[in-house]
């Protein structure tokens, strides 16, 4: 029997689309098409085609908001599984926010918002789901998801589910205990404090007002394209390298903000892969400062 007729039987056939295009799916707007891409509406539903492929010693990838993330032009092969809408509940209790790992950052921050709860303003612009940003403890503005998560649930590549405390993510710049592993992020339970809704509200507005004034955001992007080096922004290394504006077929060091790379308009993946190796080249030849990247490259 073939593998997808197996699959058939773990999970409902609806539930599996084929032949989807990635740049749909990703905020660069880039990549050729999915062969396969499963979406999960239970927690049972998960397991089951975790272990379906854990069983098999099939690899696949797993999927959030696509925003930190660039696809070959060639596309993906590659099963993916799709953590998406049905996993994107969030509840309060008391001073705490447990939601599920779609949910997206900037609905999280609404939900404190309308709860009058600090804490989590730092994450209102950030294009991503609570399940990508715990990965990558993901940040900005001086506020990092490290600061604020109680504790986190995920299954592991058996389909076995756990729950650990913060502290257990061993959460660092960009990084966390889960990163490069084939765990999947399910939920977490996010703790604030008690806070003052006028306060919150000019908090985000202040953000998001930084936000659209140095940031290309009218741009399809994957947000920081690199990180930032110890002792260094990247931004500004890139730009005393001379490269601002610097522009690959479709891609393009913003102008607007030299750590971004953006599409404007019909990059390809090559594009924006051709133009970060370039400026990694560049930026170490002027600083001896080797980049590393933000962006996840699937091919």
């Not at 990703?26 to 999960?40: L, Q, R, S, V």
């Not at 994107?88 to 705490?96: K, L, Q």
């Amino acid at each position: 029997m073939a593998m997808i007729e197996k699959l058939y039987e773990v999970i409902d056939q609806s539930r599996i689309k084929r032949n989807v295009s990635m740049s749909n799916l990703t905020t660069f707007k880039t990549g050729g098409n999915a062969d396969m891409i499963i979406y999960p509406h239970t927690t049972d539903e998960l397991k089951n085609v975790v272990k379906f492929f854990y069983e098999a010693r099939l690899p696949y990838y797993v999927l959030g908001n696509g925003s930190n993330l660039l696809v070959s032009d060639d596309g993906i092969k590659k099963p993916i599984i799709c953590i998406g809408r049905e996993f994107s509940s969030i509840d309060v209790f008391d001073n705490c926010i447990t939601a599920r790992a779609g949910a997206f950052l900037s609905s999280i921050a609404k939900k404190a918002y309308d709860e009058a709860l600090t804490g989590f303003e730092f994450a209102a612009g950030i294009p991503g789901t609570l399940g990508g940003a715990l990965i990558m403890n993901a940040g900005a503005y001086g506020g990092e998801m490290k600061d604020v998560v109680e504790a986190v649930s995920f299954i592991d590549p058996s389909g076995e589910e756990y729950v650990v405390s913060g502290e257990e993510m061993e959460f660092s710049y960009r990084n966390s205990a889960l990163s490069d592993t084939d765990c999947i992020i399910t939920g977490a339970t996010i703790k604030l404090e008690a806070g003052n809704k006028e306060e919150i509200a000019e908090k985000m507005a202040d953000l998001a007002a930084r936000r659209r004034e140095k940031q290309p955001l009218e741009f399809p992007s994957a947000g920081s394209t690199f990180k930032r080096p110890e002792g260094y922004f990247a931004g500004a290394l890139i730009e005393e390298a001379g490269l601002k504006g610097k522009t690959i077929g479709g891609a393009q060091v913003s102008t607007k903000h030299s750590g971004f790379i953006i599409n404007t308009g019909n990059a390809t993946t090559k594009d924006i892969l051709e133009l970060i190796d370039y400026v990694r080249e560049k930026v170490y030849e002027k600083h001896s400062v080797l980049l590393q990247t933000e962006v996840k490259y699937w091919s």
